[in-house]
C-alpha cells in the first residue's frame, strides 16, 4: 500500500468524502449502520466503483473537502476522467449512459494541480473517478473543533472496512486551512478510549450483494470476507 504522505507530496492524492456511518435502532438495541461505506467499499474490492466524485489535495493549498470523512484514493490507480477546477454538478454513471457534469477544464490531474497552486484555489475542485480496491491508501478526518467525534466516526467506518476485507487501513489528519496532511497513530491504548467513548459498540452493515447483514461488537471484532 502506497504511503498516503508521499502522493500527497506528489500531488496525487484524491479524497472520496463520505457521510458519518448512522445511529440506528436494531433488534439489539442502538448501533452504527455502516451500510453506505459498505456498500462503496464491496463495489471497490469486487468490480468497480464507477463516476464517483472526489477532490484533488495540494500540500500548502487548503482545499476543501466537501465532506469532514471519508477515503483516500491514489490518483494513478484510479481511471480520472472528468477534472474540474470547481464543483461540477456531477450525476449519473458513464457505465448507465446517463453521467453528467459541467465541463471539464483539464485533462490531467497535473494540470489540475498546477491551477490549484498558481491560483492558491481552496474551491472545491471535482475529480470523478473509476476505481477499485487497489487504489485506496487510507482514510481521512479534517481537523477542525469536531476533531474527536470525526475520530470516532472513521474509527467505526475503519472497524467495518476490517471486518469486511481484513485490511486496516491508517488513518490520516487533514489541515484544510494549511493544506497539510499527517498520519495519526490509533494505539491500542487510544481504540480503547475511542471504544468507550461510542454511543454503543454495536457495528452494523448490509452491502446490497451480501444474502445476509453484518453485525459485529467493536469488543469483539472478527473479519468477515464474504
Not at 34 to 46: G, H, I, L, P, V
Not at 47 to 67: C, D
Not at 90 to 110: L, P, Y
Amino acid at each position: 500500500m502506497e504511503d498516503a504522505i508521499s502522493l500527497y507530496n506528489q500531488d496525487k492524492l484524491l479524497v472520496r468524502a463520505m457521510d458519518w456511518p448512522q445511529i440506528s435502532r436494531g433488534s439489539d438495541g442502538l448501533q452504527y449502520d455502516c451500510t453506505s461505506w459498505a456498500n462503496e467499499f464491496d463495489m471497490m474490492m469486487n468490480s468497480m466503483l464507477s463516476s464517483a466524485s472526489s477532490t484533488l489535495l495540494v500540500p500548502g493549498v487548503g482545499v476543501s473537502t466537501y465532506k469532514n470523512i471519508g477515503f483516500l484514493i491514489n490518483s494513478d490507480k484510479a481511471n480520472c476522467f472528468h477534472i474540474a477546477t470547481s464543483d461540477s454538478g456531477s450525476s449519473g454513471d458513464m457505465e448507465n449512459g446517463d453521467f453528467h457534469a459541467n465541463k471539464a477544464d483539464f485533462e490531467t490531474i497535473s494540470e489540475l494541480a498546477n491551477y490549484i497552486k498558481e491560483n492558491n484555489s481552496t474551491d472545491l475542485n471535482e475529480v470523478n473517478i473509476n476505481t477499485n480496491i487497489d487504489s485506496v491508501v487510507g482514510l481521512f478526518i479534517n481537523e477542525c473543533p469536531l476533531q474527536e467525534r470525526l475520530l470516532q466516526m472513521i474509527y467505526v467506518a475503519k472497524k467495518c472496512i476490517e471486518s469486511m476485507s481484513g485490511i486496516d487501513y491508517p488513518v490520516y489528519l487533514y489541515n484544510s486551512s494549511e493544506g497539510k496532511l499527517k498520519q495519526m497513530q490509533i494505539s491500542h491504548e487510544k481504540e480503547e478510549e475511542i471504544i468507550a467513548s461510542l454511543r454503543t459498540t454495536q457495528l452494523f452493515y448490509w452491502p446490497d450483494t451480501y444474502t445476509e447483514p453484518v453485525t459485529e461488537d467493536l469488543n469483539m471484532m472478527k473479519s468477515h470476507i464474504m
